[in-house]
């Protein structure tokens, strides 16, 4: 089972920026898809972006193209998703999730950390 813990949350302006991490521990990391997910207050948890195992291969929910980016250090079995330009519509808690698979296919994710708040001021 492996466990993961985001941070990097918080209270920020419309158009600022803010970096989420996402430590996995517990089993392999390296081989495996990681992703990040969010869920706004009344609304369903959704895709946000998604990155394959060796980083070749990356996903974004079209809202956050061209403002989010994701990463992964697979040394340091973490990975990122840097905002930026951050809207006042990107509040959500944030989940990083955890794929068996090596690529990103829908609907494998699974192994959710506890989320972090994000919350956008306008």
């Known amino acids: 089972q492996v466990q993961l813990v985001e941070s990097g949350g918080g209270l920020v302006q419309a158009g600022g920026s803010l970096r989420l991490s996402c430590a996995a521990s517990?089993?392999?990391?390296?081989?495996?898809?990681m992703g990040w997910f969010r869920q706004a207050p009344g609304k369903e948890r959704e895709f946000v972006a998604g990155?394959?195992?060796?980083?070749?291969?990356?996903y974004y929910k079209d809202s956050v193209k061209g403002r989010f980016t994701i990463s992964r250090d697979n040394a340091k079995n973490t990975m990122y998703l840097q905002m930026n330009s951050l809207k006042p519509e990107d509040t959500a808690v944030y989940y990083c999730?955890?794929?068996?698979?090596?690529?990103?296919?829908?609907?494998?994710?699974?192994?959710w950390g506890q989320g972090t708040q994000v919350t956008v001021s306008s």
């Open positions: 990155i394959s195992w060796n980083s070749d291969t990356k």
């Open positions: 999730a955890y794929s068996p698979s090596s690529r990103v296919v829908p609907g494998s994710f699974g192994s």
């Open positions: 517990g089993r392999t990391f390296s081989s495996n898809a």
